[in-house]
Nanobody, 112 residues
Framework: QVQLVESGGGLVQPGGSLRLSCVASGFGFSHYAMSWYRQAPGKERELVAAVNTVGDRMNYADSVKGRFTISRDNAKNTVFLQMNSLKLEDTAVYYC?????WGQGTQVTVSS
């Protein structure tokens, strides 16, 4: 069964940091690019960051460049999203995507 399970979301103050994790199972993780999306209330889901199969090529949305870092550990079938200098507008449900499958999402709330 193909599955993506996210974790690491929570409540953080502006300027704080969070690290999201997504553990994959049921497919050849190391053979697929992986990505993180987010969806804020009342808005469409948007691509935040993507990483290639070996983890040496990354792409970011302009809104998170310089603050977020995507990485992966193929030995652990896990993709990460390190989020620093968080802003109020980063509040959203964050989803992992790979192999055409979505994770269930993890809530990130940035609030003072």
């Amino acid at each position: 069964q193909v599955q993506l399970v996210e974790s690491g979301g929570g409540l953080v103050q502006p300027g704080g940091s969070l690290r999201l994790s997504c553990v994959a199972s049921g497919f050849g993780f190391s053979h697929y690019a992986m990505s993180w999306y987010r969806q804020a209330p009342g808005k469409e889901r948007e691509l935040v960051a993507a990483v290639n199969t070996v983890g040496d090529r990354m792409n970011y949305a302009d809104s998170v460049k310089g603050r977020f870092t995507i990485s992966r550990d193929n030995a652990k079938n896990t993709v990460f999203l390190q989020m620093n200098s968080l802003k109020l507008e980063d509040t959203a449900v964050y989803y992992c995507r790979g192999f055409g499958v979505w994770g269930q999402g993890t809530q990130v709330t940035v609030s003072s």
